[in-house]
């Protein structure tokens, strides 16, 4: 995978969902973890059982990076509806 296979900054920000519009377009596992409140370790052991967002890894390096739109996508598929 490329750089280029990253989602584009402008191409994700106008496809932000309400709520959304402050998140960063690409997140280190850190700044993901924050938006979450979640510890980064809780992000990898989500990549290890495949149950997380989906992430990038950056060639000919260990950094993982998560797009925004794949973040919304998965909290959207996440989502448990309560009914009354």
Known sequence: MSL???PQADAVVDAAPP???GVPA???PKQLGELLDVNPR????WRI???GP????LPGSSLIRYG???VVAWLTASRVEVTP
Do not use: I, N, Q, W
């Open 4 to 6: 280029h296979a990253l």
């Open 19 to 21: 709520g959304f519009e």
């Open 26 to 28: 690409v997140m280190s």
């Open 42 to 45: 809780t992000l990898e052991r």
């Open 49 to 51: 059982t495949k149950t």
């Open 54 to 57: 989906a992430y990038y890894t």
């Open 68 to 70: 925004r739109a794949d």
